[in-house]
């Protein structure tokens, strides 16, 4: 499979599913999870990269997929710093009407900044080990650790105590996260 063609014809036929899920995972809306597929498509395939398969074409497309998502929340961020020197402010909108909530999980994921969302994603769903994380979004393993335990604490506060998360010690105390994991 040389051409690109049949190498993303093949990715989107066999794992289209998954990619989707895993932008879900991300973002938490169907919509900008179908749009982040896309442009994350577009990026692996823009350029030329002798002897991909479609395997390895996934492993570009999740990257790609995070990336996206961490660049346009901060686009939206910028933007909404210097929004009102372009236009006047619209009064009573929700801010929150964007937001799918289909489980406590969704919906506490989506209370979490771009970061930490991003790495507990991949620390948990996705199964990755801290140092894969910090590899995968260019970040050193001690920010990655940060941003998971700083994630983590944000969701017990909606979610309640997280106890499958954290391995007990011995005496049935929290026990900080294991080094490398």
């Not at 049949?6 to 179908?34: P, S």
Request: with cysteine; glycine share 8%; aromatic share 6%.
């Amino acid at each position: 499979m040389s051409d690109w063609r049949e190498v993303m014809t093949q990715l989107v036929e066999d794992r289209e599913r998954a990619l989707l899920g895993y932008a879900y995972l991300v973002c938490g809306n169907a919509t900008q999870a179908q749009d982040l597929v896309q442009d994350a498509l577009v990026r692996t395939f823009s350029k030329p990269r002798p002897g991909l398969t479609a395997v390895k074409a996934e492993g570009y497309v999740r990257r790609a997929i995070t990336t996206v998502y961490i660049d346009g929340y901060r686009r939206e961020q910028r933007w909404r710093r210097v929004q009102h020197l372009f236009r006047e402010e619209q009064a009573g909108s929700d801010p929150t009407t964007g937001i799918e909530a289909g489980t406590d999980v969704t919906a506490a994921l989506a209370t979490l900044p771009p970061r930490e969302r991003a790495c507990v994603v991949l620390r948990y769903f996705d199964d990755l080990t801290v140092p894969q994380i910090a590899h995968q979004l260019g970040l050193a393993p001690g920010s990655v650790k940060r941003y998971v335990h700083d994630g983590l604490a944000r969701l017990e506060l909606v979610l309640g105590p997280l106890e499958d998360v954290r391995d007990p010690s011995p005496d049935g105390a929290p026990r900080p996260s294991q080094e490398g994991r």
